[in-house]
C-alpha cells in the first residue's frame, strides 16, 4: 500500500508539474511574439529580418498549441465531470461539414454517419473527432480519400475515421495513444503534431466509459 500510494502521489506530482509549466511558459510565450512582430514593423525593408522574425512567430505558434493541447490534457486527468445530454448525431455531422468548407476545404473527406440520437457530452465529442479527422489530415497519402463514418455497434454508437497511410505495426498500435509518442516517420514534428491529439481522443473516450481501438491492414488506417 505504501508503494502504491508513493507512485501514486509520483503521478500526481508529475501531472502537476507540466500543468505549472504549461501556465509559466504562456507568459514568455506571448511576449517574445509580440516582440518579434514589432521587429517586424521597425524593419520592414529588410528582407532578411523579415524572413527571421516569420520563422520565430511560427516557432511561437507551435509553442503555444503545445501549450494548449497541455492545459486541455491536464483538464481531462482532472476528472472532469461530463455535461451529459442526448443530442442527434447529426448535430455532429453538421459541425464537421462546416470545419470542413472553413478549415479542410482542400481535402477529400466524405461524411457518412447513421442518423441517431445519443448521450453524450457534444463539445467533448466534437473534440475528439476533430484531433482524429486531423490526425488523418496529417497522416494521409496525398490526394487520397478520408472517411469519417458513425454506425451502431450494439449498445454503442461507434465514430471511426479511415485514411490511407503507412501501415502502423502491432508495437506502435500500443504506444500510439500515449501522450508524447511519436513514430519517428508517421509522428515527426515536421508533420505537425506533438502525441498528444490522440491522448486527449483516448481520455475523452474512457469519459465516456467508451474505448479507442485502432486497425491497420493493405495500407488503410482506421481510428475509432
Not at 518579434?36 to 520565430?56: A, G, S, W
Not at 462546416?98 to 454517419?113: A, K, L, P, Y
Not at 465529442?125 to 497522416?139: D, E, G, P, S, V
Request: charged content about 30%; some cysteine; overall charge negative.
Amino acid at each position: 500500500k505504501k508503494s502504491i500510494s508513493k507512485l501514486q502521489q509520483d503521478v500526481e506530482r508529475r501531472k502537476r508539474l507540466i500543468r505549472d509549466i504549461s501556465h509559466e511558459l504562456k507568459t514568455p510565450i506571448t511576449t517574445v511574439s509580440g516582440y518579434t512582430e514589432t521587429i517586424q514593423l521597425l524593419v520592414p525593408d529588410n528582407p532578411k529580418v523579415q524572413r527571421y522574425c516569420d520563422i520565430m512567430i511560427e516557432e511561437c505558434d507551435v509553442i503555444n498549441n503545445l501549450v494548449q493541447e497541455l492545459l486541455y490534457m491536464s483538464k481531462l486527468e482532472a476528472d472532469i465531470e461530463c455535461k451529459m445530454e442526448k443530442f442527434p448525431v447529426d448535430e455532429l455531422k453538421d459541425n464537421i461539414l462546416s470545419r470542413m468548407e472553413n478549415e479542410f476545404s482542400g481535402e477529400n473527406i466524405t461524411v457518412d454517419m447513421y442518423p441517431a440520437e445519443i448521450v453524450a457530452d457534444i463539445n467533448l465529442m466534437k473534440r475528439a473527432l476533430m484531433n482524429f479527422i486531423t490526425n488523418a489530415i496529417k497522416h494521409h497519402n496525398k490526394d487520397s480519400e478520408i472517411q469519417v463514418r458513425g454506425y451502431i455497434e450494439g449498445e454503442h454508437y461507434v465514430f471511426a475515421v479511415t485514411n490511407e497511410g503507412k501501415e502502423i505495426t502491432d508495437e506502435q498500435k500500443e504506444l500510439i495513444w500515449d501522450v508524447f509518442y511519436k513514430n519517428d516517420e508517421a509522428r515527426s514534428r515536421s508533420a505537425g503534431g506533438h502525441g498528444i491529439g490522440l491522448a486527449i481522443v483516448k481520455r475523452i473516450a474512457e469519459l465516456h466509459g467508451g474505448e479507442v481501438d485502432l486497425t491497420s491492414e493493405s495500407g488503410k488506417n482506421t481510428f475509432c
